[in-house]
């Protein structure tokens, strides 16, 4: 069974850094891009970031202006996303998703990011 | 990269039908058959409902189908049940590694 577990949410002050992680399980980790999508409060969704199978290509929305950067660990099978200069627009849940033939076809369940003084 | 536009709520009565539109530019939505739409109750990760615009993924009922015409694509559910009642989100690659997502829709089973 595909799973997905994202960790590392949290309150942070604004200006502050987190980071984090998403465990993979039951399917192999190192064949799939992987992306982070966020989802503020009462909001839809936003797409934040995307790394292929062996990081060689590395996107990010305009929006996040070099704040964020996207890695991975293969041997570990985790993904990850290093936030820093968080703002209060940052407020968000951060899912971690799997891309199939550019669609997300299996999802985490979200850690909650709370940017606020 | 705006988000792709979606109505904020759609609502219909049990076994009628529903359109969700997702307006998109010719950058996005009309540059690729790369459309998908995605399920999303209160408090849960969202569920991919359709991918490349029309296809279905095992598991999904076929009361649920997509289209697009240029730059803009939709998601039918026909026979409304109450289980359908959910945000739902449509997202087109966008080009150069990058996706969009719309602005999302609740649908309300009346």
């Known amino acids: 069974e595909v799973q997905l577990v994202e960790s590392g949410g949290g309150l942070v002050n604004p200006g502050g850094s987190l980071r984090l992680s998403c465990a993979a399980s039951?399917?192999?980790?190192?064949?799939?891009?992987m992306n982070w999508v966020r989802q503020a409060p009462g909001k839809g969704l936003e797409w934040v970031s995307s790394i292929s199978s062996t990081s060689s290509y590395i996107y990010y929305a305009d929006s996040l202006k070099g704040r964020f950067t996207i890695t991975r660990d293969n041997a570990k099978n985790s993904l990850y996303l290093q936030m820093n200069s968080l703002r209060a627009e940052d407020t968000a849940v951060y899912y971690c998703?799997?891309?199939?033939?550019?669609?997300?076809?299996?999802w985490g369940q979200g850690t909650l990011v709370t940017v606020s003084a | 990269q705006s988000a792709l536009t979606q109505p904020a709520s759609v609502s219909g009565s049990p076994g009628q039908s529903i359109t969700i539109s997702c307006t998109g530019t010719s950058t996005d939505v009309g540059s690729y058959n790369l459309v998908s739409w995605y399920q999303q109750h209160p408090g849960k990760a969202p569920k991919l409902m359709i991918f490349e615009v029309s296809k279905r993924p095992s598991g999904v009922s076929n009361r649920f189908s997509g289209s697009k015409s240029g730059n803009a694509a939709s998601l039918t559910i026909s026979g409304l049940q109450a289980e359908d009642e959910a945000d739902y989100h449509c997202c087109s690659y966008a080009g150069g590694g990058t996706y969009v997502f719309g602005t999302g829709t609740k649908v309300t089973v009346l």
């Open positions: 039951g399917f192999t980790f190192s064949t799939y891009t």
């Open positions: 998703a799997r891309v199939d033939s550019n669609n997300y076809d299996y």
